[in-house]
């Protein structure tokens, strides 16, 4: 084989060989990103429940003082379970 061979194909399979190194570790970067992609979806589902479980709360609060005036209102009208023993 000729010298000229021996340092092309020397060439050719270094180049060969980073190339392939390259295009693993593009596809191995690629997989570990589409995970941590999943991980950050997965984290921003569970933040926007929880955002809208506060929501939901402060809500319910502001529900809870209108009940308690509506609630005081009804009181008056309607007698205790005390005042509805008839003594004979």
């Known amino acids: 084989m000729s010298d000229f061979r021996k340092k092309l194909f020397i060439h050719l399979g270094v180049s060969a060989g980073g190339v392939l190194v390259i295009f693993f570790l593009t596809i191995f970067i690629g997989l570990r990103l589409s995970a941590h992609a999943a991980s950050i979806r997965a984290l921003k589902q569970e933040m926007n429940e929880r955002n809208a479980a506060i929501q939901f709360l402060a809500v319910l609060k502001q529900e809870a003082t209108r009940a308690?005036?509506?609630?005081?209102?009804?009181?008056?009208?309607?007698?205790?379970q005390d005042e509805l023993v008839v003594n004979f």
């Not at 308690?68 to 205790?80: C, G, I, K, T, V």
Request: avoid cysteine; charge should be positive.
């Open 68 to 80: 308690a005036a509506l609630r005081q209102s009804l009181d008056r009208l309607f007698p205790s």
